[in-house]
C-alpha cells in the first residue's frame, strides 16, 4: 500500500475544507457553543503549549459536531492593554498597527492546528464596531447607579504609571511588570459589582464547573457573617467600631487594633504617645504593600487610649498596627490572643495578657503555646455565657449583642467594588463628559463609538492622567445635555471590559444595531463549554458572570450565567516545570512539529502527555509514539479496506468495546487515555486482521470515525480511501451495543460425580475459578455431601466429586 505522507494529506483536506466546510446550519440541528478563552495577540507568537487549549476544545466541538449538533466555535482577539502600548511606546509604532501584525501571525499559526473556527463570527476588542457595545454596556452602568467616580486611594505602579485594580496586584507587585506597587489618591471610575455579590456567590449552584473553581470563586467573594461590636472610647463620646465573625469570644478581648489609616487613629494619641503614634502612621503610609504584606514581625505603637469591653466595662488598650487592612469591616478589631493566631503573636510580642474563654474539653489551659482557633468547646472566663457550648453561642451572639443595644449582626463581604478606570492609552475611552452645570453625562448611545483619538505621545504623563488629557481638541467639547463647554473623561477602561461580554457578540459579530439581536441570542447563547486556562478561574469569570447578570437584568439577553460548562486545562511547562516563555529560552515551537510529523500527529501528541487538567512537562520525543501509532493504523487500513471480510464475533466486540471506551474517555474529558485507548485498539486490529486474514470494513469504518475529531485530515483521507465521497464528519458518532460486547459463551455440562445435573452456558474465556463458582451456583441443592474435589476442562466439562 501507499506510505503514509502526511503533508500531502494535510495539504489536500485544508484546501477541501476552505471550498466545503463541514460545520454547516440546516436550521434543523440544535446547537453546540463550544468556547476558547481569547488570545492576546502578542508578539511572540504561538508554543506547543497556547496549542493544547486550542487542540482539546477543537476535539471537543468535532465531537459534538459529530453528535449531531450545529456548533458555534469562533475565535478572535482581546487585544487592547499593556503589552500593545508597551510596544508603541518602545518604537512610536501605533498600537493598532502592531496589534494587527501579531493578529495576522496568531490566526495563521492557529489555522495550523486544523481548528474549526467560525471566522465569520471573529471579534477584535480594539475594533471601534466591538468597542462601540464595550462602551454602551458602561453608559448603561452608568445611568443605573453601578458606574461611579471616587476619590480612592488606589495601588499604583510607579513603573507602568497607572492604577491597578486588586485583582493585578499579585503579592504586593504589579501583575505585568513585577514592581513593588504603592498607594495614590486618584479620582477612579468604579463599578459596582458588590451589588451582584448575593448573586454571584448563589448561583454558581447553577454551574457545571469544576469544583476547585468554584470554590476560588465563592473564596473571592468571601462573604462572613458576624457582628459590629462598639467599644465607647475610655473618657470620651467616641465610640470605635469592630467588625468580627466571632463575637462568641468577646469576653477574651484584651486589646484593639486600628488600622493606621482609621479616622480616630491619630486623635487617641495622648500627650506621650503623640510623636511614637504619628511615626508609625507616617512609616505604614510610605510603607508599599509588598512590605505590608510580607512583613515577618508584627509591628505596632500603644496609642495610650483605652476603650470599654461593652460587656463588662473592662479596659482595653488601643493599639494601631497594619496588619489591620483599613478597608476591609470598619478598618478596627477586637483582638482575642487566645483565640486568634495573628492576635496571639502581636499579645506575645508585645507583653498583652491573654484570656482564654473557650476550653475544649472544659479545662483551662494553664500556659498556651498557640491561640486555640476551633469554636468547639465550653465557654469559661465569660460571665453570662460560662458553660454554653461555643459553636451555639458563636450563632446567637450576634442576635444577643444587637438585643444589649451594643452592635449589629453584619454579613461582609471581601470582594470590593472594582476600580475601572486607568490612566493610559490603549484601552476603551470611558464614554463620559463632566459638563459644569450638568455634571457627569454620558456621551448619547448614538454617538457611540466615541473613537479613540490619534496621539503624539503614548507614553503615560505619570501625574495620574491618561495621555488623552493631552489632546485638546479631543478633550474639549460640548455638553451632550445643555451643550455648554465641558470636557471629557480621559480614563480609559481596563482590559477586562471586552472580554467581559466578547462571548455575546460572536453570534451576531457583524449587528450595528444591537450587541446581540434577540433572534440569534435565543438559538446561540449561552455558551455551553468554555474552555481555557486556570489562571482565569477568579477574575474573568467573575466579571463575565457579573456582565452577563446586569445584562439580563436590562433585559439585554434572556440568561443570567453566561457559561454552562467549563473546562481549565494544565499548562504545558518546559524542562522541570518551568514556565515556558521567550525570557527563559524555553519555548517549543509547533512549526517543526508540524513539518515533521504533521498537524494530526502533534495533536494526538498535545492529548497524549498528560492529564488534559494537570500541567505537563513537554518532551518532543514522546511525538514518535503517537507517528508510529498513525502509520500503522493507516497501513491497517489502506491493506484491509478492499477485502471483503464478514465480521466474526471477536471482530464485533473489538469494535463495540472500542467505541464504548472512546466515547466514555471523551465524555470524562480523559483525552490521554483516549489516545492510549485507540493505540490498544490499534494493536488488537492489527493481530486480528493477521489471525483472520483481515478485518471487517466497517471496523475499519467506525474506528476511522472515531478518530476523526483527533486527526480529522487522517480520517478524512482513510474515509475516502473505503470509497465514501461525503465528508467523515457527515457521519453520526458511532454507538456500541453491550451485547457484542460480551464474551462468546460455551455450553458446559455439569457433573456431580460423572453424572450430568444440569447444562450451563458461561464465557469462553473464563477463570477456573469462575467457572467452578458458576457451576456450584447452578448445582447448590444437589450438592448435599462434603466436595472433596472440583474439576474443570476448560469449555468442556465441570465436576464436582462429592462424599
Ligand atoms: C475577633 C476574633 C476572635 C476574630 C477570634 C477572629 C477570631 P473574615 O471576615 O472571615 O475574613 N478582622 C476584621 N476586620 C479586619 C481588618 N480590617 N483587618 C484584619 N483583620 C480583620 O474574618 C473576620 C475576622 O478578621 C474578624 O473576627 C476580625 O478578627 C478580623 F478568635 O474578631 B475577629
Ligand atoms: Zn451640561
Known sequence: SVPYNHKAIESKWRKHWEEKPVNVNDGKKPKYYCLDMFPYPSGNGLHVGHWRGYVISDVWSRYKMLQGYYLIHPMGWDAFGLPAENY???????PAISTKQNVDNIKRQINE????YDWDMEVNTTDPDFYKWTQWIFVKMFKE?????????INWCPSCKTGLANEEVTNGVCERCGTAVTKKNLRQWMLRITKYADRLLADLDKLDWPEKVKKMQSDWIGKSYGAEVEFPVEGTDEKITVYTTRPDTLYGATFMVLAPEHALAAGLATEETKEAVEKYIYDSSMKSNVDRLQDKEKTGVFTGSYALNPLNGAKVPIWLSDYVLADYGTGAIMCVPAHDDRDFEFATKFNIPIIQVIAKDGKEIEHMAEAYTEAAGTMINSGEWNGMESSVLKKEAPMMI???????KTVN??????VFSRQRYWGEPIPIVHCPKCGNVPVPEEDLPLRLPDVESYEPTGTGESPLAAIGDWVNCKCPVCGADAKRETNTMPQWAGSSWYFLRYVDSHNDKELVSKEKADKYLPVDMYIGGVEHAVLHLLYSRFYTKFLYDIGAVDFDEPFQKLFNQGMITGKNGIKMSKSKGNVVSPDDLVRDYGCDSLRMYELFVGPPELDAEWDDRGID???RFITRFWKLVTENKDKDVKPTKEMLKVRHTMVHTITQRLESFSLNTVVSGFMEFNNKMIELAKREGGIDKETLETAVILLAPFTPHLSEELWEQLGHTESVFKNEWPKYDTEAMKDDEVQVPVQ????????ISIPAECSKEEALASGKAAIADKLTGTVVKEIYVPKKILNFVMK
Not at 444587637?402 to 449589629?408: A, C, K, Q, T
Not at 463581604?413 to 472594582?418: A, G
Not at 456431580?752 to 447444562?759: E, F, L, P, Q
Open 88 to 94: 508603541a511606546i518602545k518604537t512610536g509604532q501605533h
Open 113 to 116: 492546528i486544523a481548528s474549526i
Open 145 to 153: 447607579g453601578l458606574a461611579y467616580e471616587k476619590e480612592f486611594p
Open 402 to 408: 444587637e438585643e444589649r443595644g451594643i452592635g449589629r
Open 413 to 418: 463581604y471581601k470582594l470590593r467594588d472594582w
Open 625 to 627: 509514539g503517537v507517528y
Open 752 to 759: 456431580i460425580n460423572g453424572k450430568t445435573k444440569v447444562v
